[in-house]
T-cell receptor, first 111, second 115 residues
Framework: GQNIDQPTEMTATEGAIVQINCTYQ??????LFWYQQHAGEAPTFLSY??LDGLEEKGRFSSFLSRSKGYSYLLLKELQMKDSASYLC????????????WGLGTSLAVNP | GAGVSQSPSNKVTEKGKDVELRCDPI?????LYWYRQSLGQGLEFLIY????????KSGLPSDRFSAERTGGSVSTLTIQRTQQEDSAVYLC?????????????FGPGTRLTVT
C-alpha cells in the first residue's frame, strides 16, 4: 500500500528552530510537497523536492532523501504566525497530478 | 489575479438531500482537483480533471458522488442523498497542467454539514 507518516502534533517556542519529519512508502515517486494550512483556511504551497538534498526558501527549508523515503521541513526563527498544520504530500510517478497526502502535523508555537 | 473560488462557503443540509458545490479555478488553469478533508483527517483525493481528457474519478467514495467540468473551467461536485458521513470541508484546487508546474492552488473550501 501507499503510506505517508508524519507526527500528529509538535510544540516549539517563538524564535526557535523546529524540524517536521515525513516518511513515505509509495508506488513510485515523482516529487514531495510541503503545504501549510492555518485553521479554517485552505492549504498553501511551501516547497517541492524531487531531487535529493536541501531546498532553502527564507526561513523554511525542505530536505529529501529518496533512498530513505524521508523528508523534513525545517522552520527557523519561529513566529507565532507559524502555528499551523504542515502537510506532506507525495506525487506518484505513474500519475503526475494525483498527490497522496499525510494527515498533517499540527505545530503550536508558544511565546 | 483572482485565485480559486468556491461556493457556497458553508452548506447545511438534511440527510437525504442533494447538494451541489461549485469551484471556479484560476483562469487558464487546465487541471482541476476536488479533495475532501474531514475533521482531523488528511486530504482525501476525490476527482481530477485535465483539459479534455477523461477525468480520474478513482477517489470518489460512492456512486452518490459525481462531478463535471463544463467548458473546461467551472466545476460542480454533486452529492446525492447526502449522509452524515459526508460532512467535511470540500476543497478545490487548480494548476496550469504543465508537467513542469507542480503547484496546486487551493480554494477556501466549502464546509458541508449534513444533519
Amino acid at each position: 500500500g501507499q503510506n505517508i507518516d508524519q507526527p500528529t502534533e509538535m510544540t516549539a517556542t517563538e524564535g526557535a528552530i523546529v524540524q517536521i519529519n515525513c516518511t513515505y512508502q509509495t508506488s513510485g515517486f515523482n516529487g514531495l510537497f510541503w503545504y501549510q494550512q492555518h485553521a479554517g483556511e485552505a492549504p498553501t504551497f511551501l516547497s517541492y523536492n524531487v531531487l535529493d538534498g536541501l531546498e532553502e526558501k527564507g526561513r523554511f527549508s525542505s530536505f529529501l532523501s529518496r533512498s530513505k523515503g524521508y523528508s523534513y521541513l525545517l522552520l527557523k526563527e519561529l513566529q507565532m504566525k507559524d502555528s499551523a498544520s504542515y502537510l506532506c504530500a507525495v506525487r506518484n510517478a505513474g500519475n503526475n497530478r494525483k498527490l497522496i497526502w499525510g494527515l498533517g502535523t499540527s505545530l503550536a508555537v508558544n511565546p | 489575479g483572482a485565485g480559486v473560488s468556491q461556493s457556497p462557503s458553508n452548506k447545511v443540509t438534511e440527510k437525504g438531500k442533494d447538494v451541489e458545490l461549485r469551484c471556479d479555478p484560476i483562469s487558464g488553469h487546465t487541471a482541476l482537483y476536488w479533495y475532501r478533508q474531514s475533521l482531523g483527517q488528511g486530504l482525501e483525493f476525490l476527482i481530477y480533471f485535465q483539459g479534455n481528457s477523461a477525468p480520474d474519478k478513482s477517489g470518489l467514495p460512492s456512486d452518490r458522488f459525481s462531478a463535471e467540468r463544463t467548458g473546461g473551467s467551472v466545476s460542480t461536485l454533486t452529492i446525492q442523498r447526502t449522509q452524515q458521513e459526508d460532512s467535511a470541508v470540500y476543497l478545490c484546487a487548480s494548476s496550469t497542467g504543465d508537467p513542469r508546474d507542480y503547484e496546486q492552488y487551493f480554494g477556501p473550501g466549502t464546509r458541508l454539514t449534513v444533519t
